[in-house]
């Protein structure tokens, strides 16, 4: 159902790689909400994904660009600009890579060459995106920019490694340039923490089939689905939240704030007789 919560606005989506990515459903609700769109991946992604499909279906362009180039950023300001005929009002950054997670270094055991990737790609290019913006005076007044973000910024999840840090300081970049945007143009920045969410990306992470199942029992309404996040999106970019900025909002079915459920207890308590031998060669285990 369409409430044209976004007719004459234009944004630009990063990251819709497939029709599992969030940034997928999140171009795809825009458009039905009437906005005008622009999608962006980087050239390695659009040739093996399927971000060019998404564009003609749209009737849009897709313009390669990488997040963490700031030619390229510059580049694709410029062609989305001239495209729309016009400043843009609204930006999805959908964007997290972390090659200590492929690699499956433990977090005590970080590659730091990989680690500087991971914040570069992961979070930094969420400031020069907004840094690219605000040079060019490319968003429109009341204009919103939404990351996608995590719990783990804020509480320790096994296997999310270095993300964890990366998504901490995406957060932090949110609110620093939310206070220096809003005063400047009133556009507001926000990040969204989402359920954990089968993506191409999320679904590297360790254990990632463990996390969804403990999520959906410690959330009183269950985990949020792209679909939903997306829909929470929509509304960040409508003028219906216009003094909504510098906020990290959970879109989890209300796991942030849950110590524990009873679903999850009843799990627990199934797998206790597994624990009966601790000794120290499980001590490994343990703290894993």
Not at 6 to 17: E, N
Not at 168 to 188: N, P, T
Not at 196 to 204: K, L
Request: glycine share 8%; hydrophobic share 40%; charged share 20%.
């Amino acid at each position: 159902m369409s409430f044209n919560l976004l007719k004459g606005k234009k944004g630009i989506v990063f990251g819709a790689l497939n029709p599992d990515s969030i940034a997928w459903k999140v171009a795809v609700r825009a458009h039905e909400e009437g906005a005008q769109l622009t999608l962006t991946n980087t050239s390695v992604a659009m040739r093996m994904g399927e971000t060019q499909q998404l564009a003609e279906k749209l009737g849009t362009i897709a313009i390669p660009a990488d997040a963490t180039n700031m030619e390229d950023l510059s580049n694709l300001f410029t062609q989305s600009i001239d495209h729309f005929g016009g400043k843009i009002d609204f930006i999805l950054h959908s964007i997290g890579m972390s090659p200590n997670v492929r690699k499956e270094r433990h977090y005590s055991d970080l590659d730091y060459n990989y680690l500087n990737k991971t914040l570069d790609i992961s979070a930094v290019s969420f400031h020069k995106v907004l840094q690219t913006a605000r040079k060019m005076d490319a968003l429109n007044e009341w204009g919103s920019v939404v990351a996608l973000s995590y719990v783990a910024a804020q509480r320790t999840f096994f296997g999310y490694n270095d993300m964890a840090d990366a998504k901490a300081l995406l957060e932090s970049i949110a609110r620093s340039f939310g206070y220096i945007y809003g005063r400047e143009r009133r556009v507001r920045i926000n990040t969204i923490s989402q359920s954990p969410t089968v993506t191409t990306a999320g679904s590297g992470v360790k254990g990632f089939d463990r996390l969804l199942d403990f999520a959906e029992r410690m959330s009183p309404l269950g985990n949020a689905t792209a679909d939903e996040c997306a829909d929470y999106c929509i509304t960040l970019f409508s003028d219906l939240t216009r003094k909504v900025t510098m906020q990290n909002l959970f879109n989890d079915g209300g796991f942030s704030n849950m110590g524990m459920s009873l679903l999850a207890l009843q799990q627990y308590e199934k797998g206790l007789h597994h624990d009966c031998d601790c000794g120290p060669a499980n001590d490994q285990h343990i703290y894993d």
